[in-house]
């Protein structure tokens, strides 16, 4: 009897999906436009349009990511086409032009997109990844950790952090040591950071740095 979302068209995820779902009892509700940026934008949609919104690059991973754990607490995340802003995020933004923006990733990324946002970044995805946790999360208790190389560890830890009790960043890691200096700089500034969370397994993410977090 549950609602379950299914995020992109039918060349991402097959009909069958939903015929599946349904016939377990579920209530499935398709959310889909003609490419990613599109369907970014009808997800803040269906999220009844929040009135902050995060940016990040459609072209990579890696800063939607770090964005993630924010952006729950009551945002949307759109898409540029790289350093060039794509139409379907720019038509939503001029409908809303009172949003709160944020830039996620620099000049040659989505800052380069929309220079009016505020910007949230730093030297590489890590250091990106870093600036998001200082900026949104200062003073947390609890943090997540997964890999920088690929992205399904890192989207599912993210939206754990959406839930009670576990509010607070996405690092991005790489497989080994050392931490990346952004990251480790956070760690260490953060006086009341007691807790964290790794994502993935030995071949993601190596003991040696389960041993430095």
């Known amino acids: 009897g549950g609602t379950v979302y299914i995020l992109g068209g039918n060349l991402a995820l097959s009909p069958s999906i939903d015929t599946f779902l349904q016939s377990k009892g579920y209530v499935t509700q398709r959310v889909a436009g003609a490419n990613q940026y599109a369907t970014a ?6 999220l009844d349009n929040p009135s902050t919104i995060f940016e990040a ?41 009172n949003d709160i923006r944020y830039a996620i990733g620099g000049p040659l990324a989505t800052f380069g997109a929309d220079p ?8 590489d995805l890590y250091g990106s990844s870093a600036a998001v946790a200082m900026t949104f ?25 959406g839930t ?4 607070g960043p996405m690092l991005l890691v790489e ?7 952004n990251i480790a700089n956070y760690l260490v500034g953060d006086g009341q950071m007691s807790k964290g969370y790794l ?12 041993a430095a977090l």
């Open 41 to 46: 934008v009808d997800i803040a949609e269906q």
């Open 57 to 97: 690059t459609g072209l990579s991973f890696q800063d939607a990511l770090s964005a993630v754990p924010a952006a729950i607490a009551g945002g949307a995340i759109l898409l540029t086409d790289g350093s060039t802003q794509a139409p379907e995020t720019a038509a939503y933004l001029a409908a809303h032009p």
């Open 116 to 123: 009016v946002a505020t910007p949230v970044y730093g030297q």
């Open 137 to 161: 999360f200062p003073n947390a208790t609890t943090f997540d950790a997964a890999t920088g190389l690929n992205f399904p560890d890192a989207l599912a830890g993210g939206l754990f952090m």
């Open 164 to 167: 009670p009790g576990h509010v």
């Open 175 to 181: 497989p080994s040591v050392p931490l990346p200096p």
């Open 199 to 210: 994502f993935g397994g030995p071949l993601a993410v190596g003991s040696d740095v389960m």
